[in-house]
DNA sequence: GGTGAAATCTACCTAGG
DNA sequence: CCTAGGTAGATTTCACC
């Protein structure tokens, strides 16, 4: 792992479908020697996968939310029938427990307001393990997704 | 777009390196219709971009933090510079303005605490525009980056 | 780092609804 | 007329030198 796997790294992160002849090019490297560095940070766990981005507004979902949840008790069996709602629910994107006041953090997709508040009130809400739950409508996004600082 | 590109969207955002004709059998296919549809669905803009997606820790950046900021004032040409600086600043992988009291939601990279402080006290709260600042460090992460849900 | 075989992509062509 | 399937040439990968 050395300054020209870093590199790759970060030309990767932004276009995975270069050619290792491409590759090569922008590093001053022969094509089989790109080649051969990509397939060792992908066979070595330095890149988890290697997937499409799509538009989410093009696909009808033109409301991004972050959804703060406050458990009711903090009992391990609540919070896993929790977590297994949220992990089968396709809308929750990704969930992070923080530091501070509320117990996740949901990043959230859904097709417009009505869908969002049916998802809240009706599948977050009710669960016996949930206490409050505070919903932040995403209105812009100044800076989106840069790769990740190497 | 129809029922069969939803699912092409689907298996490439789970993983993109696939063949032609490994989709096409996914699809029941052929693997010609299959590369047609996607070189279809990336000239038209529903993929943004493959990529690839790094392992945060195994490249040391072990800390992921959300930050919360509020501005000193609402005058654009404040909150310009500001978002110049996030754009400008790679730790910052993403910026999103939401509904409620904070301006800006940030999450961001960092190896370790001592960076993410010094983010924080040094790069951000040192800026005019920008009046308080509250950072919620990620502690662990229940479910992880899921594919839009088409 | 280079080379050649194997795999893959990408036109083009034909057929069917 | 649009969409599906097949085929051949061009491109790319990958194991070996």
């Excluded at 050395?2 to 922008?26: K, N, P």
């Excluded at 020697?33 to 992908?42: D, I, N, V």
């Excluded at 009710?126 to 989106?144: E, F, G, L, T, Y």
């Amino acid at each position: 792992m050395d300054e020209t796997d870093r590199e790759i790294l970060r030309l990767l992160q932004r276009d995975a479908g270069q050619t290792a002849e491409a590759l090569g090019r922008a590093l001053n490297l022969s094509a089989s020697q790109a080649g051969r560095r990509r397939a060792r940070l992908e066979a070595s766990g330095y890149i988890r996968a290697t997937v499409a981005r799509v538009d989410p507004v093009r696909v009808g979902l033109s409301v991004q939310a972050f959804v703060q949840v406050q458990m009711a008790s903090h009992a391990p069996e609540g919070a896993r029938a929790f977590l297994r709602l949220l992990e089968a629910e396709p809308r929750v994107a990704s969930v992070w427990t923080l530091t501070g006041e509320a117990d996740y953090l949901l990043r959230v997709w859904c097709g417009d307001l009505a869908a969002l508040n049916t998802l809240v009130h009706q599948v977050l809400l009710p669960h016996p393990a949930v206490a409050r739950v505070q919903s932040q409508i995403v209105m812009d996004q100044p800076k989106r997704d840069s790769p990740l600082p190497l």
